[in-house]
């Protein structure tokens, strides 16, 4: 067994204690320390409290006679049990630790935040008495944890403002700022692993008169249900986003003109089951531009999948038009 570990489990010889009244807490000492605000208190090797001046008793709520029974780890907050034995180990080793900080638990069980220093005196080499001086830092560590919850709040307040300023406010999809910025990621994404990748513009068509003859509420309440539907008919990573207007862009990732045909034909199918069921007298033109290989610019893909939904809007309406771009 070390010299530390002994020192822990062997408390003091009583004669020890005597030479330290009679030596070291002179009445001048005394009287000193207890004019003092920080706690002070003197621990035998074992961690018996052998003095705890004025403000140590005030802070922590003991009478002296109450203090003479208390050892450290009847003060010490449970929480801090492990890290203060492993200080006090290290300490009665000879490694005299920089100022620390500790949890006491008060005779009300109050918690006292406490930063301070400790020392060892020895005595013929061996540990023979520990002195430490700690000051209360509850008011600081308080505005420490206000200005984390300030800045937690700040951060969510923050974050919250990103997603709305990304994120259409009726239809809780992508809005046109954040489409370019996730195309820009799908875009360098499929230039490097060489994957097919299509733009889809779906355009509602008579949507102006849902808003004439039902009202603009009503005209809400289909963009609701259409972007609903656009968000359940794709896959996870696929991106919907609104564009203005009655008009919605999808991004298809790892998708060809033969795949896309499929996906926006079973898509169409969903939107018109939707409408119809609400008796909403809308249709929807959609058109695709499917790439090989991804194109120069966002802008580009956009412009053509927006030629190909013109193209079934010129037509008949209501209807899939894909062109493949290699």
Avoid at 126 to 139: C, H, M, N, S, Y
Avoid at 188 to 193: C, D, F, L, N, T
Avoid at 258 to 263: D, E, L, R
Wanted: glycine share 6%; with cysteine.
């Amino acid at each position: 067994m070390d010299e530390a570990s002994s020192a822990l489990q062997s408390p003091a010889a009583p004669e020890t204690v005597l030479s330290f009244e009679a030596g070291d807490l002179q009445d001048q000492y005394k009287e000193l320390c207890d004019s003092a605000n920080d706690l002070i208190d003197i621990l035998a090797a074992d961690g018996k409290v052998l003095y705890a001046n004025a403000a140590w008793q005030k802070a922590l709520g003991y009478s002296a006679e109450e203090v003479s029974r208390l050892t450290l780890w009847d003060v010490v907050h449970p929480d801090d049990q492990a890290q203060s034995r492993e200080g006090i180990r290290r300490l009665l080793a000879g490694y005299e630790p920089p100022r620390f900080e500790v949890r006491f638990r008060s005779k009300t069980g109050a918690t006292i935040h406490l930063e301070g220093t400790a020392s060892c005196r020895r005595q013929a080499g061996k540990p023979l008495l520990i002195r430490g001086i700690l000051r209360d830092v509850g008011e600081r560590k308080r505005a420490e944890r206000e200005l984390h919850e300030v800045h937690q709040r700040l951060q969510t307040a923050l974050k919250r403002e990103r997603e709305i300023a990304r994120i259409d406010p009726l239809t809780q999809v992508a809005n046109r700022r954040a489409f370019y910025e996730m195309a820009e990621v799908e875009l360098a994404r499929a230039r490097r692993s060489r994957k097919p990748l299509s733009f889809a513009c779906v355009d509602i068509d008579d949507f102006k008169k849902v808003n004439d003859a039902l009202g603009h509420l009503t005209g809400d309440a289909v963009l609701v249900s259409i972007a609903s539907t656009l968000r359940g008919s794709v896959r996870s990573t696929d991106i919907v986003a609104r564009m203005g207007g009655d008009e919605f862009q999808i991004i298809l990732s790892d998708t060809d003109a033969n795949a896309a045909q499929a996906v926006l034909g079973k898509l169409r199918r969903a939107l018109l089951q939707s409408v119809e069921s609400n008796g909403w007298p809308v249709t929807f033109s959609i058109g695709a531009a499917s790439f090989l290989v991804p194109p120069s610019s966002i802008e580009e893909a956009v412009r053509l999948a927006d030629d190909a939904m013109y193209s079934v809007k010129n037509r008949d309406k209501n209807g899939v038009a894909v062109a493949m771009f290699a």
